[in-house]
């Protein structure tokens, strides 16, 4: 099952990969199936007040990610569908002219995704970012039309983009940083969605403005000075390969820099931002996670008039936005190996059907695991690790699981279904390190384990998919707590 990031309904496409939902029909491109069937999909979405440069920040993060081959080897952004190649093309042509000013967002319910492939930019794999750019109208309806954030049900991290000059001296209606969460909290409430687990990146634009004293906020801090005015990175579309090569992006030295970055503007925040410290409490309270960083898309204001840039652009950390994305996801996405243990015997319906155990692998899958399928008693993979379990056959070996979890990596999670009795050797799981990684599915209550920590009673196929992402990220998240 994948998602069609066009009308975000759950599905199997078809041959022609076209969506399956009739008020839809989008053709889905074959790359994004691909990706989306691995679970190397990242969904992001912008949300924030009108004119507080959303749509200048991904226009201008665009421009600077189609070029990022001049500082990584061998990587590469291109577009994968016709809407979001039209408006990478919009986009380049108001750069080349100077009229950087992006054209107002439409407040439609659902926004057209921009989809475009990453390749081995701050990730090992090849991965598609699925970005809705939401109108900042939508803010503002979502308190009594929440639909208008619809979207955000499916971003894992959610770009919370805050100009603070607009907020302290543009800002009519009043909106605090904790206002603007609360707004977005009661839409995701009306719509039955929890934000547990999502991660809130507040987007700090127009720092070129904030550069030196500004009226109605205090001064940037030292550090976030320096590092907004040295950006290596900062005139990427412009500047030759050779030149860049002086500096190599080193992923783990820049990503720690932003890490330092993010929790003095934290400590900012919560100092001198209205509502900024009720807004971390408030995030926090919710089991999200926050963080922040700051750009400037152009490098300097548009003149106010007709919109066009009095010097170059010089677009100061806008990269950093994308590769928070790729890292907050990664703990979903990336390296979380699951061994798939599937019923001795197969049958036509329920917990040991082979569409059921397919069903489970690829909501694995989806929610970021690399999937191996095991058959118990038997040490190697029936299916190995990215194989579909296509063809399960029923399996004459002992029913024991002791034999798999020894020969297992110590952070590979376990998801052990269970039809008719539990394995021979199943009480040695509770004095092994095993415990807390694994998911037994059992199709009977008499079979629960008590004292385990994850333990579902299988009725039914739509569960699936809650189970599996419920414990996907109870695993996600131990890993980031580790020393």
Known sequence: MIMCPYCLTMQEPQQTNLCNNPHCGHKLAPKYVENARAGNIICLGTFGLPSHGKTAL??????????????VSGSFVRALDNDTQNQLNEWSARYKSGQVKPAVTPPDERPRPLLVMNNKFATSRPITLVLYDLAGEALVRAGSQPEYVRALNKVNTIWCVVSLDDMANK??????????????????????????????LVVYTKADVLLGMQAGLAPLPPAVEAYLRNDPYDQLRDTPGAQLRQWPFDEDTYFAEMLKISDILQEY????????????????????????????????????????????VRAMRVLDALIWAIRLDGPKTSEQEVAL????????????????????YEELSAHGGYVATYYPGQIEPAFP???????????????????????????????????????????????????????????????????????????????????????????????????
């Open 58 to 71: 991904v226009s201008s993060l665009m421009q600077s990610a189609q070029n990022i081959h001049k500082i």
């Open 171 to 200: 800002n009519d209606a009043g909106y605090a940083l904790d206002g603007l969460f609360s707004t977005y909290l009661d839409a995701m409430s009306d719509l039955h969605i929890s934000i547990k687990g999502k991660s809130i």
């Open 269 to 312: 925040t919560t100092d001198f931002v209205d509502g900024g410290g009720a807004f971390v409490s408030m995030v926090q309270d919710t089991g999200a996670e926050v963080y922040f960083t700051i750009n400037s898309a152009f490098g300097s204001p548009l003149e106010e008039n007709n919109h066009i840039l009095p010097m170059a």
């Open 341 to 360: 243990i599937v019923p001795a015997s197969i049958e036509d319906t329920g917990l040991g059907s082979q569409e059921t155990i397919v069903r489970f």
């Open 385 to 483: 690790l990215g194989n579909s379990p296509t063809t399960v056959q029923p399996s004459n070996n002992l029913e024991l699981i002791g034999p798999i979890l020894d020969h297992l990596k110590p952070d590979t999670a376990v998801v052990l279904l269970v039809k008719d009795a539990l394995p021979m050797d199943f009480v040695d799981l509770f004095a092994s390190r095993w415990i807390d990684r694994l998911l037994l599915v059992v199709t009977r209550r008499e079979l629960v384990a008590t004292g385990l920590p994850h333990c579902r009673v299988f009725t039914h196929d739509g569960e699936i998919a809650p189970m599996v992402s419920a414990f996907l990220a109870h695993v996600a998240t131990a890993r980031t707590k580790k020393p």
